[in-house]
């Protein structure tokens, strides 16, 4: 199991952008591909965007397609989701995740990972 910390949620208004960070410690971070997920009031948490443990190979929920984009700097642990023409319906707790050690293909399904920061709130205003 690995540590995840995020870091960068705020308040925004509708078409602005934002760019949240985790940083991962505890394994190999490279060896392990990661993800962010999203959950809003009422709604059950969702997937959001992955990439590989390369960082060659991403996924995105079509919603997001477009305007978010996630990517890693493996030399310092950290995974990022920059978030462009941020919209009311993005504002959610995002929380980090990461696959098992050894596990480098992106996956859209929460089952896949074992590792969960502590989530960071970000808030849109129209």
């Known amino acids: 199991q690995v540590q995840l910390v995020e870091s960068g949620g705020g308040l925004v208004q509708a078409g602005g952008s934002l760019r949240v960070s985790c940083v991962a410690s505890?394994?190999?971070?490279?060896?392990?591909?990661m993800g962010w997920f999203r959950q809003a009031p009422g709604k059950e948490r969702e997937f959001v965007a992955a990439?590989?443990?390369?960082?060659?190979?991403?996924r995105y929920i079509d919603s997001v397609k477009g305007r978010f984009t996630i990517s890693r700097d493996n030399t310092k642990n950290t995974v990022y989701l920059q978030m462009n023409s941020l919209k009311p319906e993005d504002t959610a707790v995002y929380y980090c995740?990461?696959?098992?050690?050894?596990?480098?293909?992106?996956?859209?399904?929460?089952?896949?990972?074992?590792?969960w920061g502590q989530g960071t709130q970000v808030t849109v205003s129209s």
């Open positions: 505890g394994r190999t971070f490279g060896s392990s591909a």
């Open positions: 990439i590989s443990g390369s960082g060659t190979s991403t």
């Open positions: 995740a990461g696959r098992p050690s050894g596990w480098r293909g992106p996956s859209n399904e929460r089952t896949d990972y074992d590792s």
